[in-house]
C-alpha cells in the first residue's frame, strides 16, 4: 500500500541556519511528489512538486528538494531559514490513479 | 493554477446542527476533492467529487454524514451533518489540475 512517512515531528532551527525535512514514500511506480506548507490557520501552500526528469526541484521562498529513487526519499531542504518560515510542512505522493497520500506533517519552529 | 474560494473560513456549531462549506474554482476543473485535518493529524481524504455523478466516499466515511454537491464545473459543498465534537477539524477542498493540486484555504470547524 502506498504511504508517506515523515519521520520528525518536530523541528527546530536557528534562525539562518540550514534546513532538512525527511520524506519518505512507499509506492511501487514512480510517484508524483509535493511539498506543501501550512501556516497557522491557513491553508495549504505548494512549495515544489515533482514528476519526472531533472531529480532536483527548485520551489519558492529558496526551498529544493531531492528525489532519490534508490532511497524512496524526497527530502526538502533551505540553506538559510527565516523566522517567516515557521508552519508545518506536509510532503505528499500522488499516484497515477488521482490518488493523494499526505504524510504526518513535520512542525518548525524558527528560533531567533 | 487554479484559485479557490473557500468558505467559510471558520464556524463554530452546535452539537447536531449541520454546516455546508462552499467551494468556488476560478476555472473548470473535472475532479475536486474534499479532505478533514483533525487537530494535530495530517490531511485524510473525505471523498472525490465529480460533476454530474455521486461522489466517491473513502473508508470511514459515508454520504449521510459528509453529503456533497457538484453541480458543475467550477463549484462544489461539503456538509457535515449531525455534528459532534468529534467533527471538530479543518476541512478542506482540492482541484487537480496536470497532477498540480491546489488547495482551498480551509474550514476551520468547532463543535461545541
Known amino acids: 500500500a502506498q504511504s508517506v512517512t515523515q519521520p520528525d515531528i518536530h523541528i527546530t532551527v536557528s534562525e539562518g541556519a540550514s534546513l532538512e525535512l525527511r520524506c519518505n514514500y512507499s509506492?511501487?511506480?514512480?510517484?508524483?511528489l509535493f511539498w506543501y506548507v501550512q501556516s497557522p490557520g491557513q491553508g495549504l501552500q505548494l512549495l515544489l512538486k515533482?514528476?519526472?526528469?531533472?531529480?532536483l526541484v527548485q520551489g519558492i521562498k529558496g526551498f529544493e528538494a531531492e528525489f532519490k529513487r534508490s532511497q524512496s526519499s524526497f527530502n526538502l531542504r533551505k540553506p538559510s531559514v527565516h523566522w517567516s518560515d515557521a508552519a508545518e510542512y506536509f510532503c505528499a505522493v500522488a499516484t497515477t490513479g488521482n490518488q493523494f497520500y499526505f504524510g504526518t506533517g513535520t512542525s518548525l519552529t524558527v528560533i531567533p | 493554477s487554479a484559485v479557490i474560494s473557500q468558505k467559510p473560513s471558520r464556524d463554530i456549531c452546535q452539537r447536531g446542527t449541520s454546516l455546508t462549506i462552499q467551494c468556488q474554482v476560478d476555472?473548470?476543473?473535472?475532479?475536486m476533492f474534499w479532505y478533514r485535518q483533525q487537530p494535530g493529524q495530517s490531511l485524510t481524504l473525505i471523498a472525490t467529487a465529480n460533476q454530474g455523478s455521486e461522489a466517491t466516499y473513502e473508508s470511514g466515511f459515508v454520504i449521510d454524514k459528509f453529503p456533497i454537491s457538484r453541480p458543475n464545473l467550477t463549484f462544489s459543498t461539503l456538509t457535515v451533518s449531525n455534528m459532534s465534537p468529534e467533527d471538530s477539524s479543518i476541512y478542506l477542498c482540492?482541484?487537480?489540475?496536470?497532477?498540480?493540486?491546489?488547495f482551498g484555504s480551509g474550514t476551520r470547524l468547532t463543535v461545541v
Open positions: 515533482y514528476f519526472s526528469g531533472d531529480t
Open positions: 476555472s473548470q476543473v473535472t475532479m
Open positions: 509506492y511501487g511506480a514512480t510517484p508524483y
Open positions: 482540492s482541484v487537480e489540475q496536470g497532477h498540480g493540486y491546489t
